[in-house]
């Protein structure tokens, strides 16, 4: 059972939109989340997180919302551009109070920047 | 400042062989994580390595040990390889009582 759904295995968007990834969980415990992005033969690169004790994370062109009465969180990029376009993972942490433990995955979405 | 860094990157193993994947985390990280990566899926955790010790563990076989040395570095050892072992081997650094982690950029193992 996939505790952490990115429900969309790919998304196209113009170069100068704003790119919505969204990310839904299942499980209640989760109280931290990230987003990763990574490029073909890459590792996952951080790009932004967000504590379940805050609704909005910014940095930068990169914004996270969590709702966390409806369990989901989305991952805004704006203005989206050529360089953004990559695997987006939504990922999902029980903090034990002892820091990062195992962290839970999504599949991913595929972003694609069109010129 | 080096980041995480793996080896081998690329591998071919026979099915009923074994494999060592190694990792050397960011400077300043203490804790050690190692995912497996298989095709179209998002990273699954293996387990975790903190004080030379395996702290958390997912849903995986004893076929996968890990070891931590005194400088922080890792080794995955996965024994007795089965086909469905082939995928993306990511090692992942953190300081322990920080959320965020940092990865490598993988070995990737194929089991033939």
């Known amino acids: 059972d996939q505790q952490v759904k990115q429900n969309s295995p790919s998304l196209s968007v113009q170069e100068g939109r704003i790119s919505i990834l969204n990310c839904d969980y299942t499980n ?21 997180s967000i504590s379940s004790i805050k609704d909005k994370n910014e940095d930068g062109r990169f914004t996270v919302f969590l709702n966390k009465s409806a369990k989901h969180l ?7 551009q050529p360089g953004d376009s990559a695997v987006y993972f939504c990922a999902a942490n029980l903090n034990s109070g002892g820091g990062a433990d195992g962290l839970t995955f999504g599949k991913g979405t595929h972003l694609i920047i069109q010129p | 400042d080096a980041g995480v860094t793996q080896s081998p990157t690329h591998l071919i193993k026979t099915r009923g062989q074994q494999v060592t994947l190694r990792c050397s985390p960011k400077s300043g990280h203490d804790t050690v994580s190692w995912y497996q990566q298989a095709l179209g899926q998002g990273p699954q955790f293996i387990f ?18 890990g070891h931590q040395f005194p400088n922080y570095s890792s080794e995955l050892n996965v024994n007795a390889l089965l086909l469905g072992d ?7 650094s953190s300081w322990r009582g920080k959320n965020t982690i940092y990865f490598g950029e993988g070995s990737w193992l194929t089991v033939v």
């Open chain 1, 28 to 48: 209640s415990m989760f109280d931290y989340f990230l987003w990763y992005k990574k490029y073909p033969a890459e590792g996952p690169t951080f790009l932004i």
């Open chain 1, 74 to 80: 989305s991952l805004h990029i704006v203005p989206s």
């Open chain 2, 48 to 65: 975790q390595y903190y004080e030379e010790e395996e702290r958390q563990r997912g849903n995986f076989p004893d076929r996968f040990s």
């Open chain 2, 86 to 92: 082939s995928a993306l081997y990511l090692c992942a």
